[in-house]
């Protein structure tokens, strides 16, 4: 069992930055590779990055790509999201998630936990 639980969200203008943290309780988080979804009112919920359980493999989609960035720490059980250059159109509620199997791609992700979500909102 894995609990996820995410900060750092909040109101930004257009063009900053914000860094969102997701701690995971439990000692097999080194074994998951974990992603952030984001869900913006009346769209879908998907998947904007995600990074293998070694963290040397990171994937990213092509909305966010060259402004975000995944990373995480094993030893301290927590994933980050580095989001710069932001846009109002990046608005969403962000939820952590951690796959069990640990490669991590993004078209291969499945979402076996996840967290309660953390609002970000970019105003223009």
């Known amino acids: 069992q894995v609990q996820l639980v995410e900060s750092g969200g909040g109101l930004v203008q257009a063009g900053g930055s914000l860094r969102l943290s997701c701690a995971a309780s439990?000692?097999?988080?080194?074994?998951?590779?974990m992603g952030w979804f984001r869900q913006a009112p009346g769209k879908e919920r998907e998947l904007v990055a995600s990074i293998s359980a070694s963290g040397r493999n990171t994937y990213y989609a092509d909305s966010v790509k060259g402004r975000f960035t995944i990373s995480r720490d094993n030893a301290k059980n927590t994933v980050f999201l580095q989001m710069n250059s932001l846009k109002p159109e990046d608005t969403a509620v962000y939820y952590c998630?951690?796959?069990?199997?640990?490669?991590?791609?993004?078209?291969?992700?499945?979402?076996?936990?996840w967290g309660q979500g953390t609002q970000v909102t970019v105003s223009s």
């Open positions: 439990g000692r097999t988080f080194s074994s998951y590779a």
């Open positions: 998630a951690a796959d069990r199997n640990p490669i991590g791609t993004i078209d291969a992700f499945e979402s076996d936990y």
